[in-house]
């Protein structure tokens, strides 16, 4: 499993790892039952604090993605949430893209619709708001 | 593992003369996390940590190292006996070989991890036999970071570790510096090098003329500053966004720069309200805050 951590997005490198890891899930990438490094060893392959990988296994644990056994490392649980979830993501997909076809026949080019979609995900309110 | 501050200072001062290098510094340090101390040359980050070791005396204020007092001499030597430390200049003495250094070293410490040595020794691709005083500026470097990381300290303060290193080395210690936080170790370190510390620090502290500007987690930075770049119909009124949160705003004809570390929302708000044709928020990386804060100040 590959993950890239981006320092100069606005958002914290444990909040990205959750959602990389998620959506490795989501798309069958990782799968149920499947063992995810140890805090140390994915710390020292992606060159961040040991910190931020604790964190981030620890939520997704609270969440129910991740199941972490004492000493042998964090395994993969995915249920029928996931998969809801997978869903979800899907149909948004679908409606992003109605969207974005609706723009263009408004005469928007794609530069100012891809501004206008970040400028809106970077709006405060929109990112303390959980999944 | 405790969760009492790793350091911890109270009105921390030095002055030299009139010149005051640090002034009133309330300084934390929390354990198990990977700390990096930002300054301009000159900002006082060498004297704290100094002070910090007990290798000079504050003149005024009091901390705590591992939870000894630093103005007591033998409580801070035995703190010292938990710190690994690697001064700006890497003092190693000229005459010893890398080999003799090494072993010397080894011999003095209770901590010290023969496999760990041996481990780094190949990883640097260090000559064993050559003398310290013929050594490039960046084995020098590596050299005095081996005899820190062989240690198992419980605390490891570093005075710009990277200085000298070539990418590859940099990379290297960036990742021992990682290894040594998932073991435990607390990492203090000061450095000009921000793209590292926006990687792997967990907390910056940023020194500007003796003072503490900023003590915050990456994490809160991160999700806090922004910058707010505005487009009015008329020219705008800069002391109108002069509000809690704004660090700095801009203004070049009908465009406003809006500098945030909160508050964007109002910001936005405050824009809407005066018909603002155009708004767009960015994220800020750690380089941009550094230079404000510098500037500001």
Known sequence: MFFKLNPATGQPLYLQLMQQIRHAAETGALRDGDQLPGIRTLAEELVVSPNTIAKAYSELEHEGLLELRQGSGAFLCVKRRTRSLADHVHGARRRIRELIERLRDDGLLDEEIRRAFEAELLHPTEIVRKP | MTNAPAIETHGLVKSYGRVEAVRALNLCVEPNCITAFLGCNGAGKST????????????????????????????SREARGKISYVAENKPLYGYMSVEQTIRFAGSFYRDWRDETAKELLYRYGLPLERKVRLLSKGMRTKLALL?????????????????????????????????????????????????????????????????????????????????????????????????????????????????????????????????????????????????????EN
Not at chain 2, 62 to 68: A, Q, S
Not at chain 2, 184 to 213: N, P, W, Y
Request: glycine fraction near 8%; charge should be negative; proline fraction near 5%.
């Open chain 2, 48 to 75: 704290t940590i100094k002070m910090l070791l007990g290798m000079i005396a504050p003149s005024a204020g009091e901390g705590t190292v591992l939870g000894k007092r630093i103005g007591d001499p033998n409580e």
């Open chain 2, 147 to 295: 005899l820190a990381f062989a240690r198992r300290p419980e605390l490891l303060i570093l005075d710009e570790p990277s200085e000298g290193l070539d990418p590859v080395g940099i990379e290297e210690l960036l990742q021992t510096l990682v290894g040594q936080c998932a073991e435990g170790t607390t990492v203090f370190f000061s450095s000009h090098q921000i793209a590292e510390v926006e990687r792997i620090a967990d907390r910056v502290c940023i020194l500007d003329k003796g003072r503490l500007m900023v003590d915050a987690s990456l994490d809160h930075l991160r999700e806090s500053y922004r910058r707010i770049d505005l487009v009015f119909p008329t020219t705008p009124c800069e002391p109108d966004f002069r509000m809690n949160g704004i660090e700095s705003v801009r203004g070049a004809g009908c465009q406003l720069s809006v500098f945030a570390s909160g508050n964007v929302e109002a910001v936005i708000e405050r824009a809407h309200d005066l018909r603002a044709t155009s708004i767009e928020v960015a994220p800020v990386g750690l380089r941009d805050i550094f230079l404000e804060t510098v500037k």
